[in-house]
């Protein structure tokens, strides 16, 4: 029989008020009360807190706190990758960030999710989609990405856009929900 963290990893229902997964997300709760506490300057102390928090974080990462996640494991970041303010990632199922991504503040990515049957829901199970999102994507202040959902390599999420269905690479998207815009072409652009 699997356990409820099992569950949970593999995107099944399961139960979050089970004694390993609490103990798991207080654990994360301390680790990320450290980091959003610290000063500006506590570089080396930052660093430390984000290297036991995440699962798996590239050179040269950045991230301003505060930030808020689950667990903080089933979180993994490429290189040269930057959060700015106050970014939320509900990490009960994998979460993946290629390289040379960009997040502005107020961004949240769910993984995290809940059964749309009520008496399901109810029981107090939920469930979560993994999110991945390619490299050079570029993600604007407020956007949300739900559950699921992939952003594929190079794209833009316009700030505010609520992502609910994949977008392929090479795009701008946004509104609410989500819709592509227009076609990025390659080459070098400043605007």
Not at 121 to 145: C, N, T
Request: with cysteine; hydrophobic share 40%.
């Amino acid at each position: 029989m699997k356990s409820e963290k099992e569950k949970m990893l593999a995107g099944e229902l399961y139960l979050a008020s089970d004694e390993t997964l609490t103990r798991e997300r207080l654990h994360a709760r301390r680790l990320l009360k450290a980091l959003n506490d610290s000063f500006p300057d506590e570089i080396h102390k930052r660093k430390e807190i984000m290297e036991e928090l995440f699962g798996k974080i590239g050179k040269d990462f950045g991230l301003e706190p505060p930030f808020f996640c689950d667990y903080g494991y089933n979180i993994s970041v490429g290189d040269q990758v930057f959060f700015n303010f106050n970014c939320v990632i509900l990490d009960v199922t994998p979460v993946t960030i290629g390289d040379r991504c960009l997040f502005g503040p107020n961004v949240h990515i769910y993984a995290a999710t809940h059964p749309v049957n009520a008496e399901v829901r109810g029981s107090l199970q939920e469930f979560g989609q993994p999110v991945k999102i390619g490299d050079d994507v570029w993600v604007g202040g407020g956007a949300i990405i739900c559950p699921g959902v992939s952003i594929g390599d190079r794209s833009i999420v316009a700030a505010g856009a609520v992502v609910t269905k994949s977008i392929p690479s090479d795009v701008l998207a946004g509104g609410n929900p989500a819709r592509i815009i227009k076609s990025l072409e390659e080459g070098p652009k400043l605007a």
